[in-house]
């Protein structure tokens, strides 16, 4: 019987063939070894990327039309449509404008403006170029119009004048209206992205804090003189977001996304484009590479479209147009834009666009980075015909500083207490730093940054800290923070400590919130612990029951996890805010004028005491522990106006904080500025004289203060915790030959966005939890939907160590350990206890996955520089250790030695 291919071959028509012989093939060969190799498909070969991006253009207009001719298309695609998370109607007509504005530029000179709806309606014929690069312009009969010559000549330019702008100059000595000139060269009067692009390059090149302030000052300054609309976009695309953290602002790109645009936009195979990416790992290099330099071998200088400059206002409309599409065809939709984003950006401006599209930026300029540089600017600049001019600046330097802190300090207190650039960037153009106060205070449903509280070691210390003041004693429940906010309509938001909006997973809480008003309450913003129950016993389940909630879109009636809201604060009510108040004040107030409902909501477990309370305090700690809490909240109760003397052990410790090792603020993120200092809560508690400072018991939203203190029952001489972000691992040996182990931890650094390793953990897992984190974190090259690891560096992870694999920073661990090291191995805090070795954990072992923490809040360099400092005046001196036990390495009782040699070798 015939096989299925002789079948189908019986079956086919009779062609006519040629002969395949011995020199038919050896014939090809020489025909393709005589043609020059190439990486590019043919779709782009011999083109200039002015001819390949107006090729583009007519594609997309074809395939435009044949979506808007069908009509079912995908949903959720337009800004002023029905979308999954809805602008502010102010921004909604914003982004309208101005698209008409383009379409009407769009007729005006035959090509399309900006990144609208629309396809590129590009003519049928076009002239010819005449010359190459920068200098090429469209040979056009002349006319009294502005020509496109003209505009291309003008871009050009303007280009040039971009690339030397001295960002990094000191502010002082800086005039941004020298640069007025540019504006009638920028397309629209709109800022282009390579200024935005230039500001970047110059912050990438330098660690300096200092410099990198004073660049993203004069930018803020020449968008303040120059182009006040686009303002208000470059702050969102420089912070790396597009939005405030309590707004959907996920852009939903994938990998496979941004490479096919990739290749399609730049010619380049998608084999030539893995290549690239395991050479440089990062998104934005492969980029830049791809579309930049390896097209120069076929192709003339990149000379960007007269009409599509892209300028800031746009790149940023067509972020959040991203981020808005959803439905069917949206994957398509999403990458028709990009498409075209990396089309029209040329030079650096694609490596900091594919960043940016990535959501990581790494430039180093963090969000406390933005709030210094916009404080500073508006001192320094003001919009024409604002309708109020800057303050004198003094001319001595402490003068200077003063000024520079005062301004920083009212901004960075209204951000905490409404944190979005959407409210405060316009108010300052409007009347600048001086009228935040009145217009940027707390508001219903936008969330404040929470108060944090500072660590203590045990009782004993904590007793030390707070002797003479009265303070209140709270269980710390093993739940979620929420802020919960209630309007005088009933409705009802609640956020996540991270300011996430979660109101979605808890609709019984939604539910129940109006029901605990009293008569008197119309609107009030709360704090509490949301925790896990049984609804029968009304006994606390533990935070795993919890994390089994789903995490959104939660049924009413398909609730399987009960929860009970235990309120501990009060900040706003009836439109007036309590910050202010001390805590005893802002209590009171919350149990009079809320009703208590059993095993729904509940205030906090509470017990008032005195130093002198020891055991009372004990007691009620224990306590704690047996009613399955993480350990007690300390907070002051009042207000103290007067410093007190401190007694002679407090003398002793304080001397003992003086001698303490401090940053010398050299090296990668060494050394703190008096702002971050401030926003440390003042950890410098003790003035000269043996005076101590005034613990205040007001609520200091985004401040980590010694009024609250925490006990937990691991915060003991050998059983501090870390929380530590996983980045890479290796290959286990023996029984663990099919799972991750040891794993590679981090701390991460908020100055620099950059993973310190710290320690190799092997401990503390069970088998499911290794079987969990081999199918999250899995390396095999055939599934598509592997985007956990990477066989890659990231460009900001910082170790010397190989591992098998690369992690993505996508969890935070919490790690327990014996003490803390210093280690020639690790980098982690390097230069701030010492300055040639980093510090790392000796026998660290997993506890668990903390799930209700972001990698934005895993523990920190300086934080590990603190517990060192702790334990280093603690009288813990370490005996010999071996090297290896002293870089934080450790070995279980079922890992075999030659498991421990691999990891020590770091192969």
Wanted: glycine share 8%; with cysteine; net charge neutral.
């Amino acid at each position: 019987m015939a096989s299925p291919s002789k079948r189908r071959k019986k079956s086919s028509p009779v062609t006519s063939q040629q002969s395949r012989n011995l020199d038919f093939f050896f014939g090809k060969q020489r025909q393709a070894a005589a043609q020059p190799k190439a990486v590019f498909d043919g779709a782009s070969e011999g083109l200039t990327d002015e001819e390949y991006a107006r090729k583009l253009a007519e594609q997309w207009a074809k395939e435009d039309e044949t979506r808007g001719s069908n009509a079912g298309g995908p949903s959720n695609t337009t800004v002023t449509g029905v979308k999954k998370r809805k602008l502010s109607s102010s921004k909604a007509t914003e982004i309208s404008g101005m698209e008409q504005q383009q379409q009407q530029q769009l007729s005006a000179t035959g090509g399309e403006v900006g990144y609208g709806q629309k396809a590129r309606e590009i003519p049928p014929s076009l002239p010819p170029l005449v010359g190459t690069g920068k200098q090429a312009v469209l040979s056009v009969p002349p006319t009294p119009k502005k020509t496109a010559a003209v505009l291309l000549d003008a871009a050009s330019e303007s280009d040039i004048l971009i690339e030397e702008m001295p960002f990094d100059t000191d502010p002082l000595q800086f005039d941004p209206d020298i640069y007025g000139s540019l504006v009638a060269k920028w397309p629209n009067g709109k800022a282009p992205y390579g200024l935005l692009t230039r500001a970047f390059v110059l912050v990438n090149s330098t660690r300096s804090r200092i410099r990198i302030v004073d660049t993203l000052v004069n930018l803020i300054r020449t968008l303040i003189r120059l182009d006040p609309d686009s303002l208000l976009d470059a702050v969102w695309l420089t912070t790396n977001d597009i939005g405030p953290s309590y707004e959907t602002n996920e852009l939903g790109l994938g990998g496979s996304i941004i490479s096919k645009a990739l290749t399609k936009t730049s010619g380049i195979t998608p084999a030539a484009l893995k290549k690239l990416y395991n050479k440089h790992g990062d998104p934005g290099d492969v980029a830049f590479e791809a579309k930049v330099k390896q097209r120069v071998l076929i192709m003339k200088k990149p000379t960007p479209l007269i009409a599509n400059c892209p300028a800031i206002k746009n790149v940023y409309a067509t972020i959040t147009k991203i981020a808005l599409t959803s439905g069917k065809g949206s994957q398509e939709s999403k990458q028709r834009h990009v498409e075209r984003l990396l089309v029209d950006a040329k030079g650096e401006e694609i490596r900091y666009l594919t960043r940016t599209l990535i959501q990581h930026l790494r430039i180093g300029a963090v969000k406390t980075t933005m709030l210094i540089a916009l404080s500073r600017a508006f001192l320094l600049s003001a919009p024409d015909d604002a309708g109020w001019k800057c303050p004198e600046i003094p001319e001595d330097k402490e003068g200077r500083q003063e000024a520079f802190s005062k301004a920083e300090e009212v901004l960075k207190r209204c951000f905490a207490r409404r944190p979005n650039y959407n409210d405060i960037v316009p108010a300052m153009v409007r009347g600048g730093i001086g009228v935040l106060q009145a217009e940027c205070g707390m508001a219903i449903h936008v969330p404040l940054k929470p108060m944090l509280g500072s660590i203590t070691r045990d009782l004993a210390e904590m007793l030390v800290k707070l002797q003479g003041r009265a303070f209140s004693c709270e269980f710390k429940y093993d739940g979620q923070r929420a802020q919960i906010h209630c309007d005088s309509d009933g409705k009802v938001s609640i956020f996540s400590r991270h300011l996430e909006l979660m109101t979605s997973k808890y609709p019984d809480l939604v539910e129940l919130v109006p029901k605990i008003r009293g008569d008197e309450v119309q609107s009030f913003i709360m704090e509490g612990e949301v925790v896990a129950i049984d609804s029968q016993t009304g006994n606390i389940q533990p935070f795993q029951t919890l994390a089994g909630r789903e995490k959104k879109n939660v049924e009413f009636g398909s609730i399987s996890v009960h929860v009970c809201l235990f309120a501990f604060d009060l900040m706003y009510l009836n439109g007036d805010e309590l910050l202010s108040k001390p805590f005893r004040e802002r209590r009171e107030l919350m149990k009079s004028m809320f009703v208590e409902i059993p095993r729904r909501f509940i205030w906090v477990k509470s017990l008032d005491a005195t130093s002198a309370d020891v055991d009372l305090v004990r007691e009620f700690f224990r306590s704690s522990l047996e009613a399955r809490c993480e350990g007690i909240m300390v907070k002051v109760l009042d207000n103290s106006n007067a410093s007190q003397t401190l007694s002679p052990e407090e003398e002793e410790e304080s001397m003992k904080e003086e001698r303490a090792p401090v940053s010398k603020g050299k090296g990668k993120g060494k050394g703190k500025s008096k702002e971050n200092e401030k926003e440390d809560g003042g950890k410098n508690e003790k003035e000269k004289g043996g005076r101590r400072k005034a613990l205040l018991a007001t609520y200091e939203p985004d401040k980590r203060l010694e009024s609250w203190l925490k006990v937990k029952k691991d915060y003991d001489s050998a059983a501090d915790t870390l929380d530590l972000v996983p980045i890479a691992a290796w290959h286990g040996s023996g029984r663990k030959s099919k799972w991750w182990s040891p794993i590679l931890l981090a701390v991460r650094n908020p100055d620099t966005g950059t993973f310190e390793a710290v320690c190799k953990c092997m401990s503390g897992f069970t088998d499911k939890y290794y079987a969990e984190m081999k199918e999250f974190y899995n390396d095999d090259e055939s599934e598509e939907n592997n985007i956990n690891t990477s066989k890659n560096k990231k460009a900001y992870y910082e170790t010397s160590l190989r591992p098998a694999v690369w992690f993505e920073p996508k969890e935070v661990w919490e790690i327990a350990f014996a003490d803390i090291t210093l280690s020639p191995t690790y980098s982690a805090a390097m230069g701030l206890v010492n300055e040639e070795r980093g510090l790392s954990l000796r026998f660290p072992r997993f506890l668990r996955k903390r799930s209700d923490k972001s990698i934005e809040e895993a523990s920190t360099p300086q934080f590990l520089a603190d517990l060192y400092v702790k334990q280093e005046q603690g009288g813990k001196k370490k005996a010999d250790i071996p090297e290896g036990e002293a870089d934080g390495d450790d070995v279980d009782a079922d890992d075999s030695q030659e498991e421990l040699e691999v990891a020590e070798a770091g192969v």
